[in-house]
């Protein structure tokens, strides 16, 4: 069965470290590939999205993502956190096979220690 | 303003009632979904819709049903099967077809609480 897995259940880090979640999903055909943010008390939001070319895509408030097709892998960046970055982050997979079927990995959460 | 809204936020049950949670979109949108998310599991697929009078089961369709009969419409009831129905239920739209590249816009979520 497809899956995401986010491996990386909660993160914690002090401002203007640098962050990388990661993000592996298991399905061998065409994907799209997402990551989505969903801030305290606010309701989920893209955060930035990759489909074709240029694998490494930057997203909102200065956050990228690379993905390697033979790790299966969208690993999620940002050089140097800040405090309103905490929030619970989510990997999401669309299967081309079924092109409305989008799946999401368990979640990550972070935390930033001002 | 353009969105999705689901209704009610919050919402009590006893255990052996059917429940019905709404979902409407102005987005124009095709597809619709339905997600339950529990914590440490994230968001886990119900149903899907990709055009009216169509939907597909997702990953943990047992005890939940759906219509849609709208375009902007897409129900989720809570049936009594459900035997853990305890959740935070997300709806989402987004565009379906040919150079749709799957976003999804969520509403704000609805809190089940079973008694």
């Known amino acids: 069965a497809q899956s995401v897995s986010q491996h990386n259940h909660h993160v914690i880090l002090s401002e203007a470290a640098s962050l990388e979640l990661g993000c592996n999903y298991s399905y061998g055909g065409t994907v799209n590939l997402f990551w989505y943010v969903q801030y305290p008390g606010q309701h989920l939001q893209l955060l930035l999205k990759?489909?074709?070319?240029?694998?490494l895509v930057k997203g909102i408030k200065g956050f990228e993502a690379e993905f390697i097709k033979s790790k299966f892998s969208f690993n999620l960046r940002k050089p140097s956190v800040q405090w309103s970055d905490t929030a619970e982050y989510f990997c999401?997979?669309?299967?081309?096979?079924?092109?409305?079927?989008?799946?999401f990995g368990s979640g990550t959460r972070l935390s930033i220690r001002p | 303003d353009g969105g999705i809204t689901q209704s009610p936020k919050y919402l009590f049950r006893k255990e052996g009632q059917n429940v019905t949670l709404s979902c409407e979109q102005n987005?124009?949108?095709?597809?619709m979904y339905w997600y339950r998310q529990d914590p440490g599991q994230g968001l886990r697929l119900i149903y899907y819709s990709q055009i009216v009078n169509d939907f597909q089961k997702g990953d943990i369709a047992e005890g939940y049903s759906v219509s849609r009969e709208k375009k902007e419409s897409f129900p989720l009831t809570v049936t009594s099967a459900q035997k853990n129905p305890t959740a935070f239920y997300l709806c989402?739209?987004?565009?379906?077809?040919?150079?749709?590249?799957?976003?999804?816009?969520f509403g704000e979520g609805s809190r089940l609480t079973v008694l």
């Open positions: 999401a997979v669309n299967l081309y096979s079924s092109a409305s079927k989008i799946i």
């Open positions: 987005l124009n949108h095709d597809a």
């Open positions: 989402a739209s987004g565009p379906y077809g040919q150079g749709s590249t799957g976003e999804l816009f």
């Open positions: 990759y489909f074709s070319g240029d694998p």
